[in-house]
C-alpha cells in the first residue's frame, strides 16, 4: 500500500467531480482526482450520455466554465472535422443534429475537452488523476474522514489522506463508507408529503440503469453480433406495464403512459441544420435514429463519412430488474453485478434484435448493416464503459429539495423558489424511468430551481461534501437533478466551497449559517461566473 497527502480529494471524476477539481485548482489548491474508468467525464464520456439541458442553455442557466466546455465541444469539431461552411459558420453547432439535446456529440470528444481543461493544472501540479481507481475504505474520525483508500485494476491500493473529501462517485460510494447518513430509493409519502412519493418507504426502488451503445449503419454490409447469451429471455420479456415485448418498437409515452410507436430509419436524407433540439416544446423521443444522434454525415463535407453515429439510450435498454446499487442487508455486492451484467445483455439483445428481427420501414425484418461501435466509447461492441446511473445514494441534508419546491403544478408556471443561499441553477422536467420497484416513468412538469448551498451539507458537521447525484434530493426531485450542468454545477460549488472553507480557517456549515461568511462565498460564485438565480421564466 502506498500513501499520499493532498487538500482536496475528489473521489469520482464524472462531470460534477471534474468541475469539483477545476474549481478547487482554480481557487489555488492541491487536488487529487480519482476515476474508476480511464475516461473523466462520467455521464458525457464514459457513460456516452449527450447532455439533458435546459431549454434556455444559449443563453443561461449555466455556470461560465460549463459554457467553456460546450464551447470547447463545438470548437473542437470546427477545427478537426470536416464541417460544410453553413454548419461550421452556425453559432449554435449542434454536431450531431441530436433531438435531445442542442450539443450532442461523441464521447471522445467531450473526452478531449475535458482533458483540455485540466491540462494547465495537471502540468501546475494542482490536479493529480488517478485513473482506475475505485474507493474501497475510508478512516475517519469523530464525523472527519481523514483518508479514502482506492484500489486500482490490478488490486493495488493507495490511500489519500485530505482535509476535505469530495464524494463525486456515480453511486454516492463514500457514503457508507464513510458513515456519513443517506437515503436510498424511494421516501414513504408521510416523509416530504410529496404527492409522487409512494405510501411506503423502499430503500431498494431505484430507477433503471442503461447500459449505452454506438451504431453506425452500412446498407448491404452485414455486422450482426453473436447472438447474446441472454437473447431467450429478453426476447420474451413484456413488462406488466408496457404495451408490448420490451424488445419493440411499441412504448409508454413518459408523459401520459399511452402506448406510442417508436420509428427507426437510419440515415435519413433530411438537412440536419434544419434540427431544432427543445424538449420543452417536443421531447424528440419518437423518432430513435435520430434522438441521440451524435455525428450527423451530412453536417460535413460530401463523402467524409458514409454513415451518421447514433447512440442507443431508449425505452428498449433499460435496465430496471434488480437494483443496481448495493444496499446494506438488502442488495449485496454479487446482486449488483449481476444487475450489471443482465444490464449489458440487454443492451446486446436490443442490438441483435435491430439487427435481425426489427421491422424495417420498406417491409422487411433486421438491419444488419448496423455497425457496433466501439471505437466511439472505447468498450466492446460499442458498449460503453460504464452504466448511465440515474439514481445515487443522497446524503441526509440541512436542505432537502422536495417535490413542493419544484412541481410545476403545485407552484405554478412562474413559482420559482428564490434561494438565499443559492449556488447555482437548474431546470428539467421530473423525468424519473421505469423503476426497480415495479413503477412506469413518473415524468412530471417542473418550474426551473436554484440550488440550496443547505442541499449540499450534510446534517452532520463533516469534511465530506456531495459533488454529484448524491445531494439531499428526494427519489422524485433526482428526477430533475441529475442532468449534465446541474451535476457540473453542484460540483463546482462544492470544489469552491471546500476551497473557500480552508482559505477562511472555516468549515462548509459553518458559511451557510453565518451571514457574512455566506455573502462572501455567494460572491465568490458570483465573480466566478456561477449564475445563482433565474430570470422570470416559465416552468414545462
Given at each position: 500500500?502506498?500513501?499520499?497527502?493532498?487538500?482536496?480529494?475528489?473521489?469520482?471524476?464524472?462531470?460534477?467531480?471534474?468541475?469539483?477539481?477545476?474549481?478547487?485548482?482554480?481557487?489555488?489548491?492541491?487536488?487529487?482526482?480519482?476515476?474508476?474508468?480511464?475516461?473523466?467525464?462520467?455521464?458525457?464520456?464514459?457513460?456516452?450520455?449527450?447532455?439533458?439541458?435546459?431549454?434556455?442553455?444559449?443563453?443561461?442557466?449555466?455556470?461560465?466554465?460549463?459554457?467553456?466546455?460546450?464551447?470547447?465541444?463545438?470548437?473542437?469539431?470546427?477545427?478537426?472535422?470536416?464541417?460544410?461552411?453553413?454548419?461550421?459558420?452556425?453559432?449554435?453547432?449542434?454536431?450531431?443534429?441530436?433531438?435531445?439535446?442542442?450539443?450532442?456529440?461523441?464521447?471522445?470528444?467531450?473526452?478531449?475537452?475535458?482533458?483540455?481543461?485540466?491540462?494547465?493544472?495537471?502540468?501546475?501540479?494542482?490536479?493529480?488523476?488517478?485513473?482506475?481507481?475505485?474507493?474501497?475504505?475510508?478512516?475517519?474520525?469523530?464525523?472527519?474522514?481523514?483518508?479514502?483508500?482506492?484500489r486500482?485494476?490490478?488490486?493495488?491500493?493507495?490511500?489519500?489522506?485530505?482535509?476535505?473529501?469530495?464524494?463525486?462517485?456515480?453511486?454516492?460510494?463514500?457514503?457508507?463508507?464513510?458513515?456519513?447518513?443517506?437515503?436510498?430509493?424511494?421516501?414513504?409519502?408521510?416523509?416530504?408529503?410529496?404527492?409522487?412519493?409512494?405510501?411506503?418507504?423502499?430503500?431498494?426502488?431505484?430507477?433503471?440503469?442503461?447500459?449505452?451503445?454506438?451504431?453506425?449503419?452500412?446498407?448491404?454490409?452485414?455486422?450482426?453480433?453473436?447472438?447474446?447469451?441472454?437473447?431467450?429471455?429478453?426476447?420474451?420479456?413484456?413488462?406488466?406495464?408496457?404495451?408490448?415485448?420490451?424488445?419493440?418498437?411499441?412504448?409508454?409515452?413518459?408523459?401520459?403512459?399511452?402506448?406510442?410507436?417508436?420509428?427507426?430509419?437510419?440515415?435519413?436524407?433530411?438537412?440536419?441544420?434544419?434540427?431544432?433540439?427543445?424538449?420543452?416544446?417536443?421531447?424528440?423521443?419518437?423518432?430513435?435514429?435520430?434522438?441521440r444522434?451524435?455525428?450527423?454525415r451530412?453536417?460535413?463535407?460530401?463523402?467524409?463519412?458514409?454513415?451518421?453515429?447514433?447512440?442507443?439510450?431508449?425505452p428498449?435498454?433499460?435496465?430496471?430488474?434488480?437494483?443496481?446499487?448495493?444496499?446494506?442487508?438488502?442488495?449485496?455486492?454479487?446482486?449488483?453485478?449481476?444487475?450489471?451484467?443482465?444490464?449489458?445483455?440487454?443492451?446486446?439483445?436490443?442490438?441483435?434484435?435491430?439487427?435481425t428481427?426489427?421491422?424495417?420501414?420498406?417491409?422487411?425484418?433486421?438491419?444488419?448493416?448496423?455497425?457496433?461501435?466501439?471505437?466511439?466509447?472505447?468498450?466492446?461492441?460499442?458498449?460503453?464503459?460504464?452504466?448511465?446511473?440515474?439514481?445515487?445514494?443522497?446524503?441526509?441534508?440541512?436542505?432537502?429539495?422536495?417535490e413542493?419546491d419544484?412541481?410545476?403544478?403545485?407552484?405554478?408556471?412562474?413559482?420559482?423558489?428564490?434561494?438565499?443561499?443559492?449556488?447555482?441553477?437548474?431546470?428539467?422536467?421530473?423525468?424519473?424511468?421505469?423503476?426497480?420497484?415495479?413503477?412506469?416513468?413518473?415524468?412530471?412538469?417542473?418550474?426551473?430551481?436554484?440550488?440550496?448551498?443547505g442541499?449540499?451539507?450534510?446534517?452532520?458537521?463533516?469534511n465530506?461534501?456531495?459533488?454529484?447525484?448524491?445531494?439531499?434530493?428526494?427519489h422524485?426531485?433526482?428526477?430533475?437533478?441529475?442532468?449534465?450542468?446541474?451535476?457540473?454545477?453542484?460540483?463546482?460549488?462544492?470544489?469552491?466551497?471546500?476551497?473557500?472553507?480552508?482559505?477562511?480557517?472555516?468549515?462548509?456549515?459553518?458559511?451557510?449559517?453565518?451571514?457574512?461568511?455566506?455573502e462572501?462565498?455567494?460572491?465568490?460564485?458570483?465573480?466566478?461566473?456561477?449564475?445563482?438565480?433565474?430570470?422570470?421564466?416559465?416552468?414545462?
Open positions: 500500500m502506498t500513501e499520499s497527502r493532498t487538500e482536496i480529494l475528489v473521489v469520482g471524476a464524472g462531470l460534477g467531480g471534474v468541475a469539483a477539481a477545476l474549481a478547487a485548482a482554480d481557487s489555488g489548491r492541491r487536488v487529487v482526482l480519482t476515476e474508476p474508468t480511464d475516461w473523466i467525464g462520467g455521464q458525457l464520456t464514459s457513460q456516452a450520455v449527450p447532455p439533458d439541458e435546459n431549454p434556455w442553455i444559449e443563453k443561461f442557466g449555466a455556470t461560465a466554465s460549463y459554457r467553456r466546455l460546450r464551447e470547447g465541444i463545438r470548437d473542437h469539431y470546427r477545427r478537426v472535422y470536416p464541417l460544410r461552411a453553413e454548419a461550421a459558420a452556425a453559432r449554435t453547432l449542434n454536431p450531431g443534429a441530436g433531438r435531445v439535446s442542442k450539443l450532442c456529440h461523441e464521447p471522445r470528444v467531450a473526452l478531449a475537452v475535458l482533458e483540455e481543461m485540466i491540462a494547465p493544472h495537471r502540468s501546475a501540479g494542482r490536479i493529480t488523476v488517478l485513473e482506475r481507481h475505485r474507493p474501497v475504505a475510508a478512516l475517519t474520525d469523530g464525523g472527519r474522514v481523514l483518508a479514502v483508500t482506492l486500482d485494476a490490478e488490486g493495488g491500493e493507495h490511500t489519500v489522506h485530505a482535509d476535505y473529501v469530495l464524494d463525486a462517485t456515480e453511486d454516492g460510494d463514500l457514503l457508507p463508507l464513510a458513515g456519513i447518513d443517506h437515503v436510498t430509493g424511494a421516501e414513504a409519502r408521510s416523509e416530504h408529503g410529496e404527492p409522487h412519493a409512494p405510501q411506503t418507504a423502499d430503500p431498494t426502488n431505484l430507477q433503471g440503469i442503461t447500459y449505452c451503445f454506438a451504431v453506425s449503419h452500412h446498407e448491404g454490409e452485414d455486422h450482426t453480433i453473436d447472438r447474446p447469451a441472454m437473447y431467450g429471455f429478453w426476447r420474451s420479456y413484456r413488462p406488466d406495464f408496457w404495451p408490448g415485448p420490451l424488445l419493440g418498437f411499441q412504448a409508454p409515452d413518459p408523459r401520459t403512459l399511452e402506448p406510442v410507436a417508436r420509428t427507426f430509419a437510419p440515415n435519413p436524407d433530411t438537412d440536419p441544420l434544419a434540427v431544432d433540439a427543445d424538449q420543452s416544446a417536443d421531447a424528440g423521443d419518437k423518432e430513435l435514429w435520430g434522438f444522434r451524435i455525428l450527423a451530412r453536417l460535413h463535407r460530401p463523402g467524409a463519412f458514409d454513415s451518421d453515429i447514433t447512440l442507443a439510450n431508449w428498449l435498454n433499460d435496465y430496471w430488474l434488480t437494483p443496481a446499487l448495493e444496499i446494506e442487508g438488502l442488495v449485496d455486492a454479487a446482486t449488483v453485478r449481476r444487475a450489471h451484467e443482465e444490464a449489458r445483455q440487454l443492451s446486446l439483445s436490443v442490438l441483435y434484435w435491430l439487427q428481427e426489427a421491422p424495417r420501414p420498406d417491409g422487411g425484418t433486421g438491419f444488419p448493416g448496423l455497425r457496433p461501435r466501439p471505437d466511439v466509447t472505447g468498450a466492446e461492441l460499442g458498449l460503453a464503459k460504464a452504466a448511465y446511473v440515474r439514481e445515487s445514494r443522497r446524503i441526509r441534508a440541512v436542505t432537502t429539495v422536495t413542493h419544484v412541481s410545476l403544478d403545485i407552484r405554478g408556471p412562474h413559482g420559482i423558489l428564490r434561494r438565499h443561499d443559492s449556488v447555482g441553477v437548474g431546470s428539467y422536467r421530473i423525468d424519473l424511468h421505469p423503476s426497480t420497484g415495479g413503477d412506469n416513468y413518473i415524468d412530471i412538469a417542473s418550474v426551473p430551481f436554484e440550488i440550496p448551498l442541499a449540499l451539507l450534510p446534517r452532520q458537521e463533516t465530506l461534501l456531495p459533488a454529484a447525484k448524491n445531494i439531499g434530493t428526494t422524485i426531485t433526482n428526477g430533475c437533478f441529475r442532468l449534465h450542468p446541474v451535476e457540473w454545477n453542484i460540483g463546482e460549488a462544492a470544489g469552491r466551497l471546500a476551497a473557500f472553507a480552508l482559505d477562511h480557517d472555516t468549515t462548509p456549515h459553518a458559511v451557510h449559517a453565518k451571514d457574512e461568511l455566506l462572501r462565498f455567494t460572491a465568490l460564485l458570483d465573480r466566478t461566473g456561477v449564475e445563482r438565480h433565474w430570470p422570470d421564466v416559465r416552468g414545462y
